[in-house]
C-alpha cells in the first residue's frame, strides 16, 4: 500500500512543507467516523490533535458528544467553519464524504491511514482543496513537529537526556 499525498508526484522535501503548511493552516478539523470507544484510532489521533490545540468537531451520528465537543450526524450539520475533513470511514464511503467537504468548504480532505478513495482525491482536488491519502493525521503531526517516541507516543519517559541520578 502506497503512501499518497496530492502533489502530483513532488520531491520527499517539497511533501513534507505542503504536509507542515497543511497542518499549520488547517486548525479546526471533522473527524468523521469518530469513535467515543478510547482505545479506537480515531479516538487517540482525535486526543492528540485536541491537546496539540487544533478544534476537533467530532462527526458520528451514533453519539452526542465526544472528547467534550458537540457530536454532528453530517459535515453539513456543523455550524462552524471547518478547515480540514478527517475521513476515519471505509475507501468505499469516502467519496460522498468528499462531495460535502467540498460543499461545506473545507481546506483539506485527509483520508487515514489505509483508506485511498481516488475519486474522492481527485474531486478535492478539482475544488482547489489539499487532498492527503493513507497517512494518519497524528502521526504526520508528531513526526513534523516532534513528539513521537518508539510507541508512537510522547510518554516523557525516554529522553536522550543523562538522567541526574545521586546514589
Given at each position: ?29 471533522a ?26 468537531i467530532?462527526?458520528?451520528?451514533r ?5 467534550g ?23 468505499d ?29 481527485a ?45
Amino acid at each position: 500500500m502506497r503512501t499518497e499525498l496530492s502533489t502530483g508526484g513532488l520531491p520527499m522535501c517539497s511533501e513534507l512543507a505542503a504536509l507542515r503548511r497543511i497542518l499549520r493552516g488547517c486548525r479546526t478539523i471533522a473527524v468523521v467516523g469518530l469513535s467515543a470507544e478510547w482505545h479506537r484510532p480515531s479516538f487517540f489521533a482525535a486526543k492528540y490533535m485536541q491537546q496539540h490545540g487544533y478544534r476537533v468537531i467530532p462527526v458520528n451520528p451514533r453519539y452526542e458528544q465526544i472528547l467534550g465537543e458537540r457530536c454532528f450526524a453530517r459535515l453539513e450539520d456543523i455550524d462552524t467553519p471547518v478547515d480540514m475533513v478527517d475521513v476515519f470511514r471505509r475507501a468505499d464511503d469516502v467519496l460522498p464524504i468528499a462531495h460535502s467537504a467540498v460543499a461545506i468548504g473545507a481546506k483539506c480532505l485527509w483520508q487515514q491511514l489505509g483508506v485511498i478513495n481516488l475519486q474522492g482525491d481527485a474531486l478535492a482536488r478539482g475544488a482547489g482543496m489539499d487532498s492527503v491519502m493513507n497517512r494518519c493525521v497524528k502521526i504526520e503531526h508528531a513526526r513534523l513537529f516532534g513528539g513521537l517516541h518508539w510507541a508512537g507516543v510522547n510518554t516523557g519517559v525516554i529522553s536522550a537526556r543523562r538522567p541526574n541520578w545521586t546514589p
